[in-house]
């Protein structure tokens, strides 16, 4: 029965998510996809507690912004939008869209997920945007914990040349990430980057062009978790 109801909820979801698949063109698809985004999308427990932190010059993690706080980051400086949630046409990608256009941010997408270790070409990716995109950046995903967490890290251990030990702060629970979960695999990732290590220096970036499997990773990680 619990599957079921799963299921049907599921089923709802991808309606409401197709029925956003276009631009906000009326004030009416405007109220509907905020209110999404309030309800569906827990923009509710947003607007009460956020955890936006700047981790180096100019670079800043969050959960998922609202207008408000697009704003309130373009009037001191802001410059890039870094989005971790995808492209897919859903209402946070629309309106998201939609309201960096209005105040003129330049919106970056990219699809990260926070139970699966990515592949090496999507992290090589993200080191590409952490090095060039314009600063001053905020980059985030839903929570701000996971994905967001990850990418924080990369940019400790790459950009800030930090240690493991300092990345891993960058996932913890004081961002809400819990590393005990099917999360725990971009933790993982970082453990694995540490064992290399105690073989011999490798700079990260180089580690990922050379030596990171993602999906070895991935794997090994669940089968230790199954013990």
Known sequence: MFKRLVKRVKAWEARVHASFQHGIDT?????????????LDHGF??????????????????????HKRLQAFKERGGKTVLTLRGPAPYPYTVLETAQCA?????????????K?????????DLIHAL??????????????????????????????????????????LRYLHLSHTDTGV????????EARLADGDIAFKTWIETEYD????QTSFKNRKSR
């Open 116 to 124: 699966v270790a990515p592949s090496r070409e999507v992290m090589l």
């Open 131 to 172: 090095e060039t995109f314009e600063r001053p950046m905020l980059v985030h995903c839903k929570s701000g914990a996971d994905r967001t967490g990850l990418a924080a890290a990369v940019y400790r251990l790459h950009i800030e040349k930090r240690s493991v030990a300092d990345a891993r702060r960058q996932l913890s």
């Open 45 to 66: 427990l947003r607007a009460l507690w956020h955890n936006e932190e700047e981790i180096g010059p100019g670079v800043w993690r969050a959960n998922q912004p609202d």
């Open 27 to 39: 004030p009416e698809e405007l109220r509907r996809v905020e209110g999404y985004m309030y309800w």
């Open 102 to 114: 209005e105040l003129g941010l330049d919106l970056k997408v990219m699809q990260l997920w926070a």
């Open 186 to 193: 971009l933790d993982y990732i970082l453990d694995v980057y």
């Open 214 to 217: 993602g999906q070895a990773i």
